[in-house]
C-alpha cells in the first residue's frame, strides 16, 4: 500500500535552514507529483509547493516562495522540502502528500498523505 | 492569497444531514471543476473525501457528496455518524497567486 514517511523536522532557531525528507512506497514514485502542506498549531492546512513527477516544474505558494525549494530524488523515492529564514509562523506540521496524478497531467488532488513531521522554530 | 471561506463549525445528530459551504471567487471555486474536499482527524492523514467537485474516491462512503454553484462549493454528509466527527477543508486550483488553495476549515461535531 502507499506509504509516505516524514521526517526531519524538530526544534530550529530563528533565521536558520531546514530539509525536511519524505520516504515514499507502494507505487512508482516518479510517475506521480508530490506536494508539501502544512499546518500551524491551531490553523488550518496551507498548501505550500508541488513538483512534477519529473522534478521539470515546481510550482510555490506566494508566502514560502523565495524561502522554500521543493526537489525529488527519483533514484531513491524521496521528496525534499528545504525552509530558510525560518520565523516563528513557520511552526507546525509539515505533509508530504501525492498527487492524483494521470498519465503524467498533474490533478492536484491529494490523494495519499503521511503522518507529517513537526517543525518547531524557537530560540 | 486568501483561503476560501468555510463556516468555522458545524453540528448535527447521527443520522442528520449536514453541509458545509466553500466560498471563493471566479479566480477559484467559481472558475473551475476543480474543488476538492479533505476530512482530517487531529493528530492523523488528511483523507481525500472528494474530487472534481463531486467525485468520490474509492473507499469513500456515498454519504458523502459534493456540489458547487457559482463561486460556492459545498460538501453534504448524510446520515451522519459518530466517525464523521472531525475538521474537513475544501480546496481549489487557483488562478490569482498560488494555484492551490485551502479553505479556512470546518469542525463537524456530531451532537
Redesign the interface.
Known amino acids: 500500500q502507499v506509504q509516505l514517511v516524514e521526517s526531519g523536522g524538530g526544534v530550529v532557531q530563528p533565521g536558520r535552514s531546514l530539509r525536511l525528507s519524505c520516504a515514499a512506497s507502494g507505487f512508482t514514485f516518479n510517475n506521480y507529483g508530490m506536494?508539501w502542506?502544512r499546518q500551524a498549531p491551531g490553523k488550518?492546512?496551507?498548501?505550500m509547493a508541488?513538483i512534477w513527477n519529473d522534478g521539470g516544474k515546481k510550482?510555490?505558494?506566494?508566502?514560502v516562495t523565495g524561502r522554500c525549494t521543493i526537489s525529488r530524488d527519483n533514484s531513491k523515492n524521496t521528496l525534499h522540502l528545504e525552509m530558510n529564514s525560518l520565523r516563528a509562523d513557520d511552526t507546525g506540521v509539515y505533509?508530504c502528500?501525492r498527487d492524483?496524478t494521470v498519465s503524467g497531467v498533474l490533478?492536484?488532488?491529494?490523494?495519499s498523505?503521511?503522518?507529517?513531521t513537526l517543525v518547531t522554530v524557537s530560540s | 492569497q486568501s483561503a476560501l471561506t468555510q463556516p468555522a463549525s458545524v453540528s448535527g445528530s447521527p443520522g442528520e444531514a449536514i453541509t458545509i459551504s466553500c466560498t471563493g471567487t471566479t479566480s477559484d471555486v467559481g472558475g473551475y471543476a476543480y474543488v476538492s474536499w479533505y476530512q482530517h482527524h487531529p493528530g492523523k492523514a488528511p483523507k481525500l473525501m472528494i474530487y472534481d467537485v463531486s467525485l468520490r474516491p474509492s473507499g469513500v462512503s456515498n454519504r458523502f457528496s459534493g456540489s458547487k454553484s457559482g463561486n460556492t462549493a459545498s460538501l453534504n454528509i448524510s446520515g451522519l455518524q459518530p466517525e464523521d466527527e472531525s475538521d474537513y477543508y475544501c480546496a481549489s486550483y487557483s488562478t490569482r497567486g498560488t494555484p492551490y488553495v485551502f479553505g479556512t476549515g470546518t469542525k463537524v461535531t456530531v451532537l
Open positions: 506536494h502542506v488550518g492546512l496551507e498548501w508541488v510550482q510555490y505558494a506566494d508566502s505533509y502528500a492524483l490533478t492536484f488532488y491529494l490523494d498523505w503521511g503522518q507529517g
